[in-house]
């Protein structure tokens, strides 16, 4: 408690200001549709294009949460009397506060025996006898045979572009147990051999994902994961080089693979999902598939469940070392690449991640599996919820809120609004306890609350803004702000009500989102670090810790240390060296690449030996190819990707993910169309910045400006680029602040989003660097000049 406690320290937020928020169209603005909109001060422009351009007024910072408000909020005298009742019976409840804080383990660190840091007590299976997916599972079924596990809204269509739902239904323990025998005996009897074939399924996050997993290891069958967002070339690439016998895919899919199929001399079967497939299209057509490879069988999933009924077959209990999946990463930094993961890799991972959330209530609560299982975030943190005895709903990004859904309710009528009864988001309709994001996703619920508490009334704001800050430093001090809390509550609702956990993961989360979380949420978020080459497995922020840009110590699984990278050098000009004491001025334990190493290691890349020998050493480490460090405490915090870091001219490193980290908080920035990207190489003097651009606050009310006309505006340039700057100089090295800017219209131009869909982000919601600088190729070129001086 110490260590952390020293970490504690006052601050005015991030920059020294109130923070803004983002004003355009927000990913869940809609989940507060209660706290009202915003009406910022409308400002001037010049239609791009015309000789006399309209001088802008800067316009005025919009409502931002902040630690340290505006003097105005003190001058209220309702702010003062609030705070004085808070503070009373805040202080009666303190010690309350203190013994739930106490309850949460704090994990503790030793020295590794070849270098580096390991957990106290290492762990490498989720309990006594427990070795395999398969005991872990098996386990599972019969702990919480009774619970309800999987949960499915109903698919009814599609109304005015949203997905429509009906009931939900749910699936049992014990039932999902029994339908993982079928899947695995279906699989058979399609002349699956257990230890020799593997099968790849090629679908979003669905109930059917996870019996199919569930089915595989029932019968030792590998199976190979591939992105829903991936090409057909890509998917055609993994049956060839997995010589994969089955693909599992959704009804849309079925005919574009078995025309692949064609080609291929080893796929044999298609099975299709109806995973979001309305009764009404399943009714004109009940197959998909109209042109049948000669080579080649199609069924649907409850066809090979049925099949699986009729000749069940004795289990086939996996080896440790035998493939449990091999997945395909969504390719970053390259063409994507099939990692082994055994089942002793599984099995550990789940041991540390279980063991990270052993204080969160066993058979209680419930959590929405959205992001794509073929992540291995996703596949961990499903079954850590199901070890849990947790009900596990299942949805997309699109529909996770009434944005993307709406909810037909038993009279015929439809709700689309973000209200009981009968909510049309996942979020509402299975109020999770747990919630799991990368870091876009956290930073968008930020800016859509600011939004909307925005629109309020000043007094209302400044109550607001007061609780805020007086609740950030109570938490800091194992206290809190009991009167505060009602009026969180408001907003609290309307992502359920029920989060209290929360996890990010997949890059680097910005310390003021994390912050908001914790505070405004009243989630305690936590950041976790791993690979797919680890099975998401690395460290993990304890929920005691506060800090933030920290990921936690090493799990309970794994080992990590740092080794030298003196051929790169920190803002400072100083190379990152293992024996390092000092980073910027703080102290350390070391600075370099991490390297892990532990039961959660995979077994190589499949196919790929030269690979598998440059990342994964034959002394166990595993080269993650991140630069960090480890804090006194020995928690590791990132500072960026070895490929990220990028020498400008002067020979100056700039770490492009943490300018990107903190340019996104910008008030001007569109994270929903994709965000920033930070670019610099060694015939530049200083950085730029490529930005899909929130302009909202700039438009004049009727004037029919586009979103294209105003991010060509100087004036509007100009006065983003000040944001930006100012935000760089608070938070970045000098020689990180950006001296140029282009703005993106992506909000307006769909074909100029970064998305999965289009390839300039991962599934995952990573920057396709490459792909975006192929892209934009013209507009970088004229960028850069920029960046010359």
Known sequence: MSEIDSTVRQRKGRDGQTKAPLLSKMYESDETGALGTTSPEQVELGVAGEKKATKIKTPKAPFGFSTCPPIVVWLNPLVWLVLLIDFVVGLILWPLYIFKRLQIPNPTTTANEDGGWRHTTPKDAPGPGIETCYDCYQQIYTKWADKNFQGVRTFLGQKDGKKMFGETVWTTYKEAGTIADKVGAGLVSLGCKPNETNILIFEETCKEWSQTFQGCITQSITLATAYATLGLSAVAHVVDECDIKVVVCNYKNAQKVVDMAAKSKTLTHVVYTNNYVSPENKKKAPNPVTNVAANVAVMSFEELIEAGAKSPVAHTKPKTDANAVIMYTSGS????????LTHKNCAAAFAGLTDAVKHLPQGAGAYVNYLPMAHILALCA?????????????????????????RQRPDGTVNELPAYPFPPGAIQEFKPCFFVAVPKIW?????????????????????????????????????????????FKKIQATFGGNIQWGASGGGPLAEDVQEFARVCLNIQLIQGYGLTETAACGTIQSFRDSRGLIVGPPQAATALKVEDCAEICDPEGKPYLASDTMHMGKPCKGR???????PTVAAGYYKRPEETAKAFQKDGWFRTGDIGLFTPDCSIQIIDRVKNLVKLKGGEYIPLEAMEREYATSVYCDSVSGGVMAYGDGDMDRPVLMMHANVNLFRKKGDGQTVKQLCESQEVNDTILADLQRIGKANLARNAVVVGVHLIPGSEDPDLAWTPENGCQTASNKLQRNIVKNKFAKELAELKKKGIQ
């Not at 930094?333 to 082994?340: R, S």
Request: glycine share 14%; net charge positive.
């Open 333 to 340: 930094t390259g063409p994507p690449k099939g990692v082994m």
């Open 382 to 406: 499903e079954f850590v919820m199901a070890w849990n005895g947790s009900a596990v709903g299942y949805a997309d990004p699109k529909s996770i809120s009434s944005k993307g859904a709406c």
């Open 443 to 487: 930073d968008i619920l930020k800016k859509s609350v600011e939004e909307k508490v925005g629109g309020m009334g000043p007094v209302i704001q400044h109550i607001f803004l007061a609780g805020y800050a007086a609740r950030y430093f109570a938490l800091k001090r194992y206290g809190d702000t009991p009167v505060f809390n009602i009026l």
């Open 592 to 598: 370099g690449e991490i390297l892990i190493k532990g």
